[in-house]
């Protein structure tokens, strides 16, 4: 019988999954996903592989589990840094801030875009955990619109546009050129959905 790890069974199998998306991700960050097998991310989890199968199906459950798993806490924490933000200015520019934090494994990491390697089911799925950031960026929106802060826009395209710009950007590590880039896109969305304030070049 495989060694428990954690002091419960609920925890050894909380314990198990975080190894296999910590896994999954330090691979993503290497490599494409179509390369990966669920061998290599036991071996890079270093659990067994049976351990794998007992907690997903196949490689898209997984990735499917993990993105789960990492677009609910970043909404909390998104929500947490929103939390007592009443202008929707600033409230944007918390949402800018944050999305610079995500990791861009999913966007640029190596080998074919995740969408030309994935099921049309997975794809789905992933669209509707993207919905749930992206209901964030509307409610934001819609609060500047109402104040005047923003113009009447149509909100849909406006929050595909700005998660574009926004995910595909490759902020630096270094800290005054992340900075400075990040104050770029701050700049650039503002400008993009008309905020009624002045913005700093």
């Known amino acids: 019988m495989p060694k428990i790890i954690g002091k419960s069974l609920h925890e050894h ?34 659990v067994g592989r049976t351990a794998v199968y007992n907690h ?13 798993h990492e677009t609910e806490q970043y909404a909390h924490t998104l929500e947490r840094a929103l939390d007592g933000v009443q202008d929707p200015v600033e409230q944007l520019r918390t949402y800018i801030r944050q999305q610079a934090q995500l990791t ?19 794809q789905q799925r992933l669209r509707e955990h993207a919905d749930i950031v992206e209901a964030i960026l509307r409610r934001i929106l819609a609060a500047g619109i109402e104040a005047g802060t923003f113009p009447p826009q149509d909100i849909d ?20 050129a992340r900075e400075r880039t990040i104050r770029a896109a701050e700049a650039f969305v503002l400008r993009a959905v008309g905020a009624r304030v002045p913005v700093p070049a």
């Open 104 to 122: 861009r494994v999913f966007h640029l990491a190596p080998g074919p875009d995740l969408r030309t390697v994935l099921s049309r089911a997975t």
């Open 157 to 176: 395209p406006t929050v595909h546009l700005v998660n574009a710009c926004l995910s595909g950007r490759l902020i630096p590590d270094e800290p005054v």
């Open 13 to 46: 199998r909380q314990m198990t999954r975080h190894k296999l998306f910590t896994a999954l991700s330090t691979l993503m960050a290497e490599r494409g996903f179509d390369t990966i097998t669920l061998a290599d991310i036991a071996a890079a989890a270093n």
């Open 56 to 68: 997903f199906h196949d490689k898209e459950a997984l990735l499917l589990g993990f993105i789960t």
